[in-house]
């Protein structure tokens, strides 16, 4: 340290020990050990060059405290934040009051890379706080009930008379406060205008009179002080009432010019003036509406009302005040430059006596945003964002109106369910936003296509409604109607539409349903609406169609058949039956599990008559689940079995069962479950998988001839196969379908594919079963193409497991297999 810094730190230090203050340092961001003075070690009662880390100064703090040092310390580290705070520590000696204080130390770049802080003993300072506390609280108990007084002072303002007043005031006695100064009573360090008014009063021989508040007496007194030769004739009067009503008075004023509620106050009319007046106005009503309070005193209240205002309120609201005599009410106001906003009023009246009115008080609220937020509200509530259309619920309230209006007056009505054809294409293709763009313009058209009474509708996505009133009494018109209003939106929307720059062409599907008579509920005709829409867009789209009963009849029973469906897989009534396939020795290889339904009224019900219903459903998926267990389950049952296990089962699998996440998982499940050979299990596929999603496709074909699963492609040539597609797919067989069979003896056509099926096949290493062989002649041909194995009712028909077990033993009993025809079907 150099010798000229020596007096300067020594004068710090004493600074420091005078001021009890101390000072730390800490460099950031790695924290190290505190750099501290010696007034800092000496207010902690640290000893000589003791370490100190910032975690073990916040432990020197009380308990109390030590949470709120921390996480002051931390901000401080962290984000800079100053902070000067008083609280407790714990020293050797015991608990003292500190006072903290700490600040960043920053770089250029705004970072902080250090701390620095003082410690300051602050301990007599709240000792004496208290007192003086403990000294203020006696005083203002002791002097509380005093009023007025009359004392005569010496030239030295000492005490040489007091009346019982003065007495009970200064709540001393004659006999204690006699020879003694009077700013020993009433003057303290900071009230010293007593003392220099009556020093002035004898200095200048002249009375004085002022008023003061006396915090010892809690009290505000008027003296006066004459002097005279002996001293000063000093009267006191307690006026503390009156200035307290003054000042509640101008707090009142103030609070009530501070307001941001609108206040104004009008005179009521007396006979020199009939109306009433304004009086008095706040600056919220001068920030509000433009005018300044000499504008409008003086004024009439009616100048704030322009030709918007609501009369009929106006006149409600006169009515409630001779009544209740106040009133509540939402006007429009009108500023100076002419614009206007929402006031929430209430008016009361003051009145003198019962029957004198005198004033009026107005207080207001500007409510233009809740006026502007209840708006978007009902907006929202009530129409689409994107048309700016009615929504469903408002649909339905207006459709509920018209259709009880329709039933009470017998008017006809109609209502057309739209759908925009093929709006997820476009989404698809050319963005989210042009298909808004589109909507937005079928909105436009539709309500260019209807009467102002008439209602169009968006329900959502991609489906309208227009709501038709007003179709007169005869229903013959008003289908004619209807449908003249459908063929024109039709050709509305079939013209080109402009979609930022892109020409898009659509067509609609429309449904109509009328309304005349009773119905059951809303819901009931937006149902039968809807119907009709499916059935224009099973129509081919671009079509009209009105509701049928024979339509809500179908669905009804689409309905009970699915329902019926449900109950079926739990009741599991769901069985399979087995179709033998051969090879061309005519031996069994194999079987295909075929799904039959055991209906407890309607008998075996075959695949064709439930199996789209449960695709449709979803139903397909725990039905297929469950044909793949059962299969596996009766390849484990024949494993034990000599003459049956060697047999395969095929199973159908759907194209939505493959495609599911879970399916290959499921495979593998049952085969560990089971404990099956893989190679046991046939999966038939249908030509439907191959429309989309070949690398799902093929990867999860991959994985499951990986594991040993045979796989077969069904009704091959009916489908999307292609030859760059066949070569792809990790196949074991083909199997033509039967379509192809049943006339390759009279069709050359139907030869010739089966012919190119059986060469294709084997030039791929696959082999390939012909289904729906039905005849000798039919095999014959089919051998002699080279046709590895066979399956139809030449050898027999599907059967359930315990006629396929007879039968493969009857099989087994014969020299030589041979097929033979089963009955028919």
Known sequence: MSAALQPAEHRLAMAERIAHIGSWALDLPNPQLLAYSSEFAAILGLPANALLTLGELAGRFRPECRGRIEWLLQQCSRHGMAFDEEMQIETPAGRTWVRVACEAVQNKRGQVKGLQGVLQDISGQKQAQQETLRLAMRLTTT???????????????????LNQESEQLLRYTT???????????????????????????????????FEDFYPGLGKWLEVRAYPFTEGLAVYFRDVSKRRKSQEQLMLLETCIS????????????????????????????????????????????????????????????????????????ELLIYRKNGSCFWLELEIVQVAATADELTHWVAVGRDITQRKVNADAIHQLAFYDPLTTLP?????????????????????????????????????????????????????????????????VARLGGDEFVVLLENLGDDADAAIRQTRKLAGKVLDELR??????????????????????????SVSEVLKQADLAMY???????????????EMQAAVNANAAASSELHIALKKQEFVLHYQPQVDRQGRVNGVEALLRWQHPKRGLVMPSDFIPMAEETGLILPLGQWALATACEQLAAWAQWPQAASLSIAVNVSVRQFRHPDFVDQVMAEIRRTGIKPQHLKLELTETLLADGMDVTLARMGTLKALGVTLALDDFGMGYSSLSVLKR?????????????????????????????????????????????ETRA??????????????????????PIGELEAYLMAQDSLPQRRAASSPSP
């Open 143 to 161: 002097l509380a009930s005093i009023t007025e007084a009359f004392v005569t002072l010496d030239r030295q303002c000492c005490f040489t008379y």
């Open 175 to 209: 006999g204690e406060l006699l020879g003694k100064e009077i700013w020993l009573v009433l003057v303290n360090d900071q009230n010293q205008r007593l003392r220099q008014e009556l020093q002035r009063s004898i200095a200048t021989n002249r009375q004085v009179e």
């Open 258 to 329: 501070r307001l941001n509620d609108i206040v104004l106050i009008a005179e009521a009319h007396s006979a020199s003036r009939k109306v009433p007046y304004i009086v008095f106005v706040n600056q919220a009503f001068e920030q509000h509406t433009g005018y300044n309070r000499h504008e409008v005193l003086g004024q009439t209240p009616g100048k704030l009302f322009g030709p918007g205002v609501a009369h009929d309120e106006l006149q409600r609201m006169a009515k409630t005040l001779l009544r209740k005599r106040q009133a509540r009410s």
């Open 391 to 455: 929504n469903r619920l408002l649909l339905l309230n207006r459709l509920e109106q018209v259709m009880s209006q329709s039933a009470h007056l017998r008017r006809q009505g109609a209502l057309m369910f739209i759908d925009v054809d093929k709006l997820k294409v476009l989404n698809d293709t050319l963005g989210h936003h042009k298909g808004d763009l589109l909507l937005q313009q079928v909105a436009t058209r539709l309500a260019g296509c209807v009467e102002d009474t008439d209602t």
């Open 495 to 520: 013209e080109p539409f402009d979609l930022a720059g892109h020409q898009h062409y659509t067509t609609s599907s429309i449904g109509v349903t009328s309304l005349h008579g009773a119905h059951d």
């Open 535 to 549: 059935q224009a867009k099973t129509a081919g789209r671009n079509a009209l169609c009105f509701f049928d009963p």
């Open 729 to 773: 797919l990790p196949l074991d067989q083909l199997k033509i379908d039967k379509s192809f069979v049943a006339e390759v003896l009279t069709d050359p056509a139907d030869a010739a594919i089966s012919r190119t099926i059986i060469t294709l096949a084997h030039s791929l290493n696959l082999k390939v079963v012909a289904e729906g062989v």
């Open 778 to 799: 039919q095999q014959d041909f089919l051998v002699a193409e080279g046709c590895d194995q066979f399956q139809g009712f030449l050898f027999a028909k599907p059967l």
